[in-house]
């Protein structure tokens, strides 16, 4: 089946800095998405992107499907943006609901 | 317009056992899929189901199983719980399409399984 790999695994960072997480996933797929988990366990879906560059505030998203990558930005980051960030990939057509999530990347972002 | 519902937000049970989870959609939405997060595995799809009917499924036993009603409501039921049983399980909710849609989830039922 389809492998998403995330990368890092963990990331530490200032208030104010930016930073770039990285998804890649081994074969074609039909949508991905980003994902923060915040402290409380829920899942906020941040992007839906299965190609192309998506910005929300502070964040941007790029998807390049034929290079079977995606990056998720944050830019000037803040204490309220640490958490676990996920992709997770829809693996083709018909699977609507169903998603393959990478491990994801903690990040802790310090005042 | 309301989020995902889950319930019970905590569970706790005993080896052998079994459980019984809700999961109320966005108002609107038909699909309801389920997903499972441990430490050790990740999140895992268990599966999905729209319009009364299991679309999808994921890699689980037979102990996991779900069922969704007319008003799109699900529940997933776990029977003969096992210590690995422990984990959050998520559900999110979509309008059904079959394919490239937005998922959105829920805050979760964390089961602890003594």
């Known amino acids: 089946g389809i492998q998403v790999e995330q990368s890092p695994p963990d990331l530490i960072l200032q208030e104010g800095a930016n930073s770039t997480l990285r998804c890649n996933f081994s074969?074609?797929?039909?949508?991905l998405q980003w994902f923060h988990q915040n402290p409380w366990g829920q899942l906020i879906n941040l992007f839906y992107i299965p190609s192309g560059t998506k910005q929300n505030g502070r964040l941007s998203a790029t998807t390049v499907a034929t290079e079977r990558y995606s990056l998720l930005y944050i830019s000037s980051s803040q204490t309220t943006d640490s958490g676990v960030y996920f992709c997770?990939?829809?693996?083709?057509?018909?699977?609507?609901?169903?998603?393959?999530f990478g491990q994801g990347t903690e990040l802790s972002v310090k005042p | 317009k309301a989020g995902v519902t889950q319930t019970p937000r905590y569970l706790i049970k005993t080896r052998g056992q079994q459980v019984t989870l809700s999961c109320s959609p966005i108002?609107?939405?038909?699909?309801v899929s389920w997903y499972q997060q441990t430490p050790g595995q990740g999140l895992q799809f268990l599966f999905e189901y729209f319009s009364e009917t299991q679309r999808n499924k994921g890699n689980f036993p037979g102990r996991f199983s779900g069922r969704q009603f007319s008003n799109s409501r699900s529940e997933m039921n776990v029977s003969t719980l096992e210590l690995g049983d422990s984990a959050l399980y998520l559900c999110?909710?979509?309008?059904?399409?079959?394919?490239?849609?937005?998922?959105?989830f829920g805050s979760g039922t964390q089961l602890s399984v003594l």
């Open positions: 074969d074609s797929v039909n949508n």
């Open positions: 999110a909710s979509g309008t059904g399409g079959a394919s490239g849609e937005k998922l959105f």
């Open positions: 997770a990939v829809e693996p083709g057509y018909n699977q609507g609901g169903k998603l393959i």
């Open positions: 108002s609107g939405h038909r699909s």
